[in-house]
């Protein structure tokens, strides 16, 4: 049994910070990719930023030089600070990862950002 627990959403005003942890727990040989994804209301659900297990990272466009993604191996953590926040970064973020025994999703976490 893999889990994936999230944390550090919430409401923030623009030009904000918020910094998203994920850690996985479970049976856990080793993590190939770690990513997060969003999802805003009436939007299919996009790639934000993924990270290898190399530490290679890609982001999508539309975050390039205000999020940065990172992971601690010795924690099974991902983590995904986002700097100078903008009203279309409201979404629900997921942390996904890539195991040997499969890919899995953690729950969810709401970041709203109000103008």
């Known amino acids: 049994q893999v889990q994936l627990v999230e944390s550090g959403g919430g409401l923030v005003q623009a030009g904000g910070s918020l910094r998203l942890s994920c850690a996985v727990y479970g049976r856990i040989f080793s993590i190939n990719t770690m990513a997060w994804y969003r999802q805003a209301p009436g939007k299919q659900r996009e790639l934000v930023a993924a990270?290898?297990?190399?530490?290679?990272?890609d982001y999508a466009d539309s975050v390039k030089g205000r999020f940065t993604i990172s992971r601690d191996n010795t924690k099974n953590t991902v983590f995904l600070q986002m700097n100078s926040l903008k009203p279309e970064d409201t979404a629900v973020y997921y942390c996904k990862v890539r195991l040997l025994s499969g890919t899995y999703w953690g729950q969810g976490t709401q970041v709203t950002v109000s103008s």
């Open positions: 990270i290898t297990s190399g530490s290679s990272t």
